[in-house]
């Protein structure tokens, strides 16, 4: 059973920036994409972006520009770097991984609440 362990999350001021961390319990090498989701209250759990084996990004549009998905080989994690952070990026944030065969597997969620 793969395990993922995020932190980094918290308070912050909007403009402000933050950098969430997912500590994979498997080589990262085993996952075809990386990447996040989050889910504001009241809200589906929506997309946010991701980083693919083949070392290529994407994201959702309203984070473009603003959000960047990277990993540490070595340290078998994955960040999201959040800048320009708005209200409206509130909410949990969720680490997911997707192995090569199709399983996935999800993150326990980190609280991003921007707010003056």
């Known amino acids: 059973q793969v395990q993922l362990v995020e932190s980094g999350g918290g308070l912050v001021q909007p403009g402000g920036s933050l950098r969430l961390s997912c500590a994979v319990s498997e080589s990262i090498f085993s996952f075809y994409a990386m990447g996040w989701y989050r889910q504001a209250p009241g809200k589906q759990r929506e997309w946010v972006g991701a980083i693919f084996s083949d070392g290529s990004t994407r994201y959702e549009n309203s984070v473009k520009g603003r959000f960047s998905v990277s990993r540490d080989n070595a340290k078998n994690t994955v960040y999201l770097q959040m800048n320009s952070l708005q209200p409206e990026d509130t909410a949990v944030y969720y680490c997911?991984?997707?192995?090569?065969?199709?399983?996935?597997?999800w993150g326990q969620g980190t609280q991003v609440t921007v707010s003056s």
């Open positions: 997911n991984v997707v192995h090569h065969y199709g399983q996935g597997y």
